[in-house]
């Protein structure tokens, strides 16, 4: 049942560039020039063409929303407009993201280039979140290039997305002695969707081992499309080692060149312009964000915003720890001084105290007037829902236990990480493990240690806390032990992943399974006396298959029908009791509550097996 939505409201300033327009209508520019190219306006279709309120007001209409006119409450700080004569400007560093399969010596081979081990504190060598850092290369033109490290794993897909949309030039790492593995199509995908905007070049690993095919590797990744210049395309390809430094010098060079043809130039003054690579709760500085420079300047003491978080800058720092006074396009610093964490891949932008706390409060406004048309939709679909339940349960009265069962049963996570990142991958991960019988449901996320607040909120839903690579204080663990809260922690998403898939397994409906274990035929009966001058009958049974065993559930069948079901009474041989009897062995056999056995019936003895669901 579909349900009509009012339209939302969109405030608009007095002027507006297109470019402003289609962030307000939080559409993309090149959607918003369609239209209005559709209007008849292509003269005005350029990025920094400035609309009246009443032109914009018409495309606002366009797009469903209702246009109002308030400079006020319109009012945000953009990224600045592209610079005029970008010949004029002075060259910036090249931004490039290694990317590739899971352990194919991505982290290794940036270690070799920056002489720092990083792979030896990765969670069982795999990259756990993106570590960018800036290495001097003499052969560039800019003097240093910089390197965006991203995760391999499948998990991470949202965050290496987020990589290429920052990057010039994309290194895709394939082990010569494992080829093109899933993740590595996966990127090969990316790369096609960017082609156009950033350069590629394709650096086949571990050429050192002798199991080593690079021959394969290259034929391999040509069948995916990607056109090698050892074949007459136009991607370089290059032989390198992470682990002896071999061919590294070619690839700088192979990387200097390409960042030469693109001449990447940036304005090095003016308001700084940048994104969040990652952030992260950091003691004794509070909240802290990895921020990639793209163009102006970022010193101390600017004000800075990033979607709906603000900050003064305290401290930088440049992925060695030392500290940084003022960082340039293409650098990436730690920057301390936000009073609430940014979300990674949020755009940074600078400008005066008075306008950032402007902009900061348009842009919550704006956030809580969405959460509530979002919550208004659903309110109005979950009502639609339960009026149709209500119709069915009517119309359909046999179902009516089916109907209301509930739905699916559901995992309650409460989800902590290292750096909002990881958090935001994590909870990717492990959204899409369920089915319609059972599914996880994510209540709660954040960055930084696990807390009380945390343990109670889990209590509250029923869930279990899911701590990945943070602390949990001991209080914290007393506190979850006596509120019977279970707490998972691991360095590894492998492992929380198959945490939760068992969790959520065991939560599915069981089936149950019925094994015959043994049978045995009546062959005669006979009286036996028993105290005073009571009788019993004793069928006497050849064991034809499997093992008769007194523990097991017991049924007669006779003529092919099941006339009796439940447990040996006594199982003899020669008057000696027994818990067992094996096939072809000739024993006495009764039952509990029943002695109308016959010549030729059949008893069986067998276990119910319960058989766990499958997702």
């Avoid at 096939?583 to 319960?610: A, H, N, P, V, W």
Wanted: with cysteine; proline share 4%; glycine share 10%.
């Amino acid at each position: 049942m579909r349900t009509r939505t009012s339209p939302s409201q969109i405030y608009i300033p007095t002027t507006v560039s297109v470019g402003q327009l289609a962030r307000l209508l939080n559409v993309r520019q090149t959607l918003l020039q369609r239209k209005m190219i559709d209007a008849g306006m292509a003269a005005e279709a350029s990025y920094d063409h400035v609309l009246t309120s009443d032109y914009a007001a018409l495309l606002v209409e366009e797009f469903g929303h209702n246009a109002i006119i308030n400079d006020e409450a319109a009012f945000d700080i953009y990224p600045p407009v592209p610079h005029p004569d970008p010949t004029s400007l002075p060259t910036r560093p090249p931004i490039i993201t290694i990317m590739g399969h899971v352990d194919h010596g991505k982290t290794t081979l940036l270690d070799t280039l920056r002489s720092a081990s990083v792979a030896d504190n990765e969670a069982g060598g795999i990259t756990q979140h993106i570590g960018a850092f800036s290495v001097p290369v003499k052969e560039s033109s800019s003097g240093t290039i910089t390197f965006l490290d991203t995760p391999g794993h499948a998990a991470f897909s949202a965050m290496r997305s987020r990589g290429a949309s920052v990057t010039d030039i994309v290194v895709l790492v394939v082990a010569a002695d494992d080829g093109v593995m899933p993740q590595t199509k996966e990127v090969i995908e990316l790369i096609k969707g960017e082609q156009d905007k950033v350069g590629v070049v394709v650096a086949i690993n571990k050429v050192d081992k002798p199991e080593a095919d690079v021959e394969k590797v290259q034929h391999a990744l040509l069948a995916e499309g990607v056109q090698l210049e050892v074949f007459g395309g136009d991607i370089p390809c290059v032989e390198v080692s992470g682990l002896t430094g071999h061919g590294l010098n070619d690839l700088i060079d192979t990387l200097s060149l390409i960042a030469e043809v693109q001449d990447l130039r940036a304005e090095q003054d003016g308001p700084a312009y940048g994104h969040v690579i990652e952030s992260r709760m950091h003691k004794g500085l509070g909240s802290t964000a990895t921020v990639l420079v793209l163009r102006g300047c970022l010193t101390l003491g600017a004000h800075i915003l990033a979607g709906t978080s603000s900050g003064k800058v305290r401290l930088m720092s440049d992925s060695s720890g030392a500290p940084v006074k003022a960082a340039y396009p293409g650098m990436a610093v730690t920057v301390s001084g936000w009073r609430s964490l940014p979300g990674a891949g949020d755009e940074v932008v600078q400008g005066s105290e008075g306008d950032v706390k402007k902009a900061l409060a348009n842009r919550v406004r704006k956030k809580e007037v969405e959460t509530v048309l979002i919550d208004a939709e659903a309110i109005n679909i979950s009502r639609a829902a339960e009026r149709e339940r209500v119709r069915k349960e009517e119309d359909n009265s046999q179902d009516m236990r089916n109907v209301l069962d509930g739905g699916p049963k559901e995992l309650r996570l409460v989800i902590k990480g290292d750096v909002s990142g990881s958090v935001e991958a994590v909870v990717g991960a492990l959204e899409g493990i369920g089915n319609k019988k059972a599914r996880v449901k994510v209540v709660s996320t954040g960055v930084g240690d696990v807390m009380e607040s945390d343990v109670m909120m889990a209590k509250a839903a029923e869930g279990i806390i899911v701590a990945f690579s943070v602390n949990i204080p001991r209080s914290v663990e007393s506190a979850a032990a006596q509120n019977h809260v279970p707490v998972y922690s691991s360095k590894i998403i492998y492992r929380i992943m198959d945490e939760v898939r068992d969790r959520v397994t065991a939560l599915l409906p069981c089936t149950y399974e019925t094994k015959v274990t043994g049978e045995a035929t009546v062959l005669q009966l006979f009286d036996i006396h028993i105290k005073g001058k009571t009788t019993k009958k004793i069928a006497g049974c050849r064991v034809s298959n499997g093992t008769i065993e007194k523990s097991k559930g017991a049924r007669v069948v006779r003529d092919g029908q099941v006339i009796y079901e439940g447990f040996l009474d006594a199982l003899k041989l020669h008057k000696k009791d027994m818990l067992e009897v094996k096939k072809g062995t000739e024993c006495g056999i009764s039952l509990q509550d029943y002695e109308d056995l016959r010549d030729g019936d059949f008893i069986q003895m067998y276990q119910t097996i319960e058989i766990p669901g499958i997702l």
